[in-house]
């Protein structure tokens, strides 16, 4: 007795347990799927998104532009630094805030399409209705129409309608007809699209990573450690996993020595050999196994040296890259195997010799040697010679073009894209497909009563109306 | 080449100020006669601005996208043809001419105080997503700016005649002036959003080329996103919430302030690598 009591309490409580759990869990649930929570959410990210572009943010703007901005408003910007307002978009609230929007948008979107799956769309807007006077005498044909058929004008009605893209059901003594079904699917799949957006962020602020390498012709990627890695806003290196080798840069100048163009000549070599081959120039990126590769803005001249022991049988090749806008501020390199320390600039024609090779101002290399005992000794070295410098000998080979570039990589981008133009596609539906529904009866003393309901849209659709039924329903 | 441009821009402002007189007059004395003369100053307006342009482009050898004065007299003439257009349809829009003319004269009276020499084009600029990014700002702009102006006149009507805006639902239900504009209103925000979207888009996909990154919350790319969030926010409150009527009018109108007012302040306060180009 005791034994059964005690099963039907747990049967009881077994029965109560999903009932209590739907209990607590759909009030949320109805909660963040609510237009009104749906609404909330978006001003409170409109709020964020005011602060956001109102306030300098760290890693959007320069270090040196947050200082001086900083220096001019130190209580703002103390506020705005306690408050975690310089750095909004990577603050837990905000990713929080977009998480659920997130979830909103998800829970809409799936009660509205459950909603639509089941039911179809739900007529909406208000009802309302007009009467249409019978025709004149003598439009219409004479008599009762026979047993079983609509009258003939019903008939003419319906098929107007059909002409506008209406689906018609057509009854004894009335009709029934409906037109853009496809905007409130429209909705869904824009909030479906936008759900994928969402998701695709997600991923991309998971794995994207952008790379930085500068080289110039002849280099090749591999010959470096690896290249810079911004990964979720810290720097590392990462090792490349192709190579890209540069045979030729160019550059051309506006007549006011701002950049017109550059371009640079790649091969791109996976572990199968070269995979791609071109010319990557700014907005024309090369693509490699989910990669791509793509031209930077900065660029300038870049000496070639080569380093020579005595003996003859160690041979080290190097570049030195300068700023294209400043040629004197300095450089620093190693000479290798040696403890030599350089300080280098270029002075002479070296513009001029990046546009002409047989330019008569040619370049020179001027730099600064300090040994380990911090003697230090000063070089001019024009192009093509060489000094003497440790134990070796080091030669200004070449001066050619550097340029940065890009490699990035964003698995998130495919659902980003997809989910954009699902949204653009929902969105397009559901603002210009405007759903209307018209039924049409006779009316007792002849004429016609045509209710109708839409949205929004009601002068354009008593137009519509105006136009299908050819009467003019001013004055009805 | 660019004297002449100049001299074009100088008939298209000179053309917008009588175009603001001739409107004002129309609507104060009520004379449709008067308010059409005001559509054909304005026609001319929109020629002159297109010459200007034209030749300026056939100069400098770029669309007119690099600097203020390029920026606001291409979304002034967008703006203007965009009126054009709608007027040419629909008769009721005429009336916005009330707005559209003084907003162009504005913009380009700020776009004549502006510097004016012509700018390179850096490679950056050559992209065909810049293209879309910029072309569909000004549809954009354009639709949203003449929705507020023709709320801002339904306002102005309905303040003159109190009178309950909502849609038809009784016996012999009509379609009032009103209603017609508040749709087309509804229309042209609709339009505008969805642009913008398209904006928002372009210019993230340009972004990646010439920045190296989709989205790096830059002031202004943050600003259209919050104006996007804004519209959709009205859209929502119209569609969902029934907002209708004046209370449409006075939202839409409030939409476009706040989002003009956000801007003023971002131009003012914020460090944007946007202003490169609209400086």
């Known amino acids: 007795m005791l034994a059964s009591s005690t099963s039907a309490s747990a049967e009881a409580r077994g029965t109560q347990r999903p009932a209590l759990a739907l209990r607590t869990v759909a009030p949320a649930l109805g909660l963040i799927a609510s237009r009104r929570a749906a609404l909330v959410l978006m001003a409170l990210f409109l709020g964020a998104l005011a602060l956001q572009a109102l306030l300098p943010q760290r890693g959007t703007v320069s270090e040196l532009q947050y200082t001086l901005w900083r220096s001019r408003y130190p209580t703002v910007a103390r506020a705005s630094e306690a408050l975690g307002l310089d750095r909004v978009a990577s603050t837990p609230w905000f990713w929080a805030l977009g998480s659920a929007i997130a979830l909103s948008l998800t829970a809409c979107t799936m009660r509205r399409a459950s909603t639509f799956l089941r ?312 603002l210009f497909i405007i759903p209307r529904w018209i039924t049409v009866t006779s009316l007792p003393g002849g004429g016609w009563r045509v209710m109708y309901r839409t949205p929004w849209g009601t002068g354009s659709l008593l137009r519509e109306l105006r136009e299908l039924t050819g009467t003019d329903t001013e004055g009805t | 080449m660019l004297a002449a441009a100049h001299a074009a821009y100088w008939a298209a402002l000179a053309s917008c100020g009588s175009a603001t007189v001739v409107f004002a007059i129309g609507t104060v004395f009520r004379k449709s006669l008067v308010m059409k003369l005001g559509g054909v100053v304005t026609a001319a307006a929109f020629v002159m601005l297109t010459v200007a342009l034209a030749l300026r482009w056939s100069a400098t050898g770029h669309g007119p996208y690099l600097g203020r004065h390029e920026a606001l007299a291409s979304y002034s003439w967008a703006l203007i043809g965009f009126y054009l257009l709608l007027q040419w349809r629909i008769f009721r829009a005429r009336a916005a001419g009330l707005i559209v003319a003084p907003t162009s004269f504005f913009m380009l009276g700020v776009a004549a105080l502006s510097p004016a020499a012509a700018q390179f084009e850096s490679p950056a600029m050559r992209s065909t997503w810049l293209w879309v990014h910029v072309g569909m700002a000004k549809v954009a702009v354009a639709s949203l700016l003449l929705a507020a102006g023709i709320s801002a006149l339904s306002l102005r009507r309905s303040l003159a005649r109190p009178r309950r805006l909502t849609g038809p639902s009784g016996p012999g239900a009509q379609e009032s002036g009103l209603e017609q504009v508040e749709e087309l209103s509804v229309r042209l925000v609709s339009l505008g959003f969805l642009v913008l979207a398209v904006v928002i888009g372009a210019g993230a996909l340009w972004a990646n080329t010439a920045w190296g990154s989709y989205w790096s919350w830059d002031p202004i790319e943050t600003w259209s996103l919050a104006t996007w969030v804004l519209y959709g926010m009205a859209l929502h409150l119209y569609h969902q919430w029934h907002v209708t009527g004046v209370r449409w009018a006075w939202l839409n109108v409030s939409v476009l302030a706040v989002a003009a007012m956000l801007l003023l302040a971002l131009w003012v306060l914020s460090l944007s690598p946007h202003w490169i180009y609209l400086s």
């Open chain 1, 119 to 430: 039911r179809g769309p739900p007529p909406r807007g208000r009802e309302a209705y007009l009467n249409l006077a019978p025709p004149p005498v003598g439009t219409s044909p004479a008599g009762q129409p026979p047993a079983g058929q609509p009258p003939a004008g019903l008939m003419d009605i319906a098929a107007s309608l059909r002409r506008h893209g209406y689906l018609v059901k057509l009854g004894q003594d009335g009709l029934s007809a409906r037109t853009g079904s496809l905007g409130p699917w429209g909705s869904v799949v824009f909030h479906g699209g936008m759900v994928v957006l969402f998701l695709g962020v997600l991923v991309s602020a998971a794995t994207r990573f952008t790379g930085f390498v500068e080289l110039a012709p002849g280099q090749i990627f591999q010959e470096h450690s690896g290249y810079l890695v911004q990964r979720a806003g810290a720097w590392a290196h990462q090792e490349p996993d192709f190579s890209i080798g540069v045979t030729g840069i160019g550059v051309a100048f506006w007549p006011d020595r701002s950049i017109q163009d550059i371009w640079a000549e790649v091969a791109l070599q996976g572990t199968e050999g070269i995979v791609a081959q071109g010319v990557v120039r700014r907005n024309q990126s090369l693509h490699l196994q989910g990669s791509s590769l793509t031209l930077g803005s900065p660029f300038g001249p870049a000496a070639q040296l080569s380093f020579r022991l005595e003996d003859g049988h160690k041979e080290s090749r190097g570049y030195v890259n300068f700023p294209v806008d400043n040629s004197g501020s300095r450089s620093q390199f190693k000479v290798p195997d040696t403890v030599v320390t350089v300080h280098a600039e270029l002075v002479g024609g070296w513009r001029e010799f990046l546009e002409n090779r047989y330019s008569a101002d040619q370049p020179r290399l001027k730099f600064v040697t300090s040994d380990s005992h911090g003697a230090a000794t000063e070089y001019d070295l024009p192009l093509g010679e060489a000094v003497t410098i440790a134990d070796g000998e080091l030669r200004f080979e070449a001066l050619e073009t550097w340029a940065l570039f890009m490699v990035s990589r964003d698995q998130g981008l495919p659902m980003i894209i997809a989910g954009a133009v699902l949204a653009f596609a929902g969105l397009a539906a559901a």
